[in-house]
């Protein structure tokens, strides 16, 4: 699904989490099973993922949805 709006802090913190967890973008996408292209998408702020995948990408990254996608706290 295209988000409604770019959504650039969360591919900040998806782009550092993989990095942190030592990921390219396509081990990711295998890990999770999506295309590369998804990966970039959700990186640039481009792709709102479903909850289910949300959740995938999540748990390959060793953080919770929050961490990636909540607002952050003031």
Do not use: C, F, H, N
């Not at 591919?11 to 999506?34: E, K, M, N």
């Amino acid at each position: 699904m295209r988000a409604s709006t770019a959504d650039g802090m969360a591919g900040q913190r998806i782009r550092a989490a993989r990095a942190a967890a030592g990921l390219t973008q396509q081990s990711l996408a295998a890990t999770i099973q999506v295309s590369r292209q998804t990966i970039i998408a959700m990186e640039r702020g481009d792709y709102a993922p479903s909850v289910y995948l949300a959740l995938k990408v999540a748990a390959a990254l060793d953080v919770t949805v929050e961490t990636l996608w909540g607002e952050p706290s003031p």
